[in-house]
């Protein structure tokens, strides 16, 4: 059972490109979310999903597009990165959105915005 | 909003010595509670919930955590620590059954042979 598996491990962009960063979970969970974690600040929600066609922003959206098209797949949009995007991206799942649920984290991305 | 505190953002502790990670949170009204932990390279994982009933909340690995709703907080706890529980150790609650999990900005535990 794979899990929560995130491609890439590591990616280097220069200021002003795109990329997507890939999510897929194998549990058949309807909830899935995208973090990024930073020094000193701990993990900060950018977007979820509470089943596949519906999304909806966390703490911290403006920069990144996410769509849910299949219950398997969450991908994360950088539309033009920038220097403060700069982060480890967690994406994790979950059953549902339930707290008798625990979230299940993928294994990062390492993102570097030069 | 929500918020969580983490006292204390580095914490070494002898190999078999006790340990106490401090977690504060803000709020006015019931909160269900969470410690998740990360290992070195890796995504987090849940230690431990604390959602309702008895205060005291044991979790995996020999942790365990008290809820003090007076004080809120939900410190976590381990009477002897192994080299293994050396990792980055995060707080997180949850207003609501249906809310977003809020993180704190976690604590890194070092233990020294």
């Known amino acids: 059972n794979a899990g929560v598996t995130q491609t890439p491990k590591f990616q280097v962009l220069k200021t002003g490109q795109s990329m997507t960063l890939q999510c897929a979970q194998d549990?058949?969970?309807?909830?899935m979310s995208w973090y990024r974690q930073d020094p000193g600040m701990g993990l900060r929600l950018i977007h979820y999903?509470?089943?596949?066609?519906?999304?909806d922003q966390g703490e911290v959206p403006n920069g990144y597009n996410v769509s849910r098209s299949t219950t398997e797949d969450f991908p994360l949009r950088l539309l033009s990165a920038a220097p403060s995007q700069t982060s480890v991206y967690f994406c994790?799942?979950?059953?549902?959105?339930?707290?008798?649920?625990?979230?299940?984290f993928g294994s990062g991305t390492q993102l570097s915005v030069l | 909003a929500q918020s969580v505190t983490q006292l204390d953002s580095q914490v070494p502790v002898f190999e078999e010595a006790p340990v106490e990670l401090r977690c504060n949170y803000s709020?006015?009204?019931?909160?269900?509670l969470f410690w998740y932990v990360q290992y070195p390279n890796q995504g987090l994982q849940l230690l431990l919930k604390?959602?309702?009933?008895?205060?005291l909340v044991k979790g995996i690995n020999g942790f365990e955590a008290e809820f003090n709703k007076s004080q809120t907080s939900f410190h976590l706890r381990k009477p002897s620590v192994h080299i293994s529980d050396t990792a980055e150790y995060f707080c997180?609650?949850?207003?609501?059954?249906?809310?977003?999990?809020?993180f704190g900005p976690g604590t890194s535990l070092s233990v020294i042979p």
């Open positions: 994790a799942s979950s059953y549902d959105r339930n707290i008798n649920e625990k979230l299940f």
């Open positions: 549990m058949n969970h309807e909830y």
């Open positions: 999903s509470v089943g596949a066609g519906i999304t």
């Open positions: 709020s006015s009204v019931s909160v269900y």
């Open positions: 604390y959602l309702s009933g008895s205060t």
């Open positions: 997180a609650v949850m207003k609501t059954s249906y809310d977003k999990v809020i």
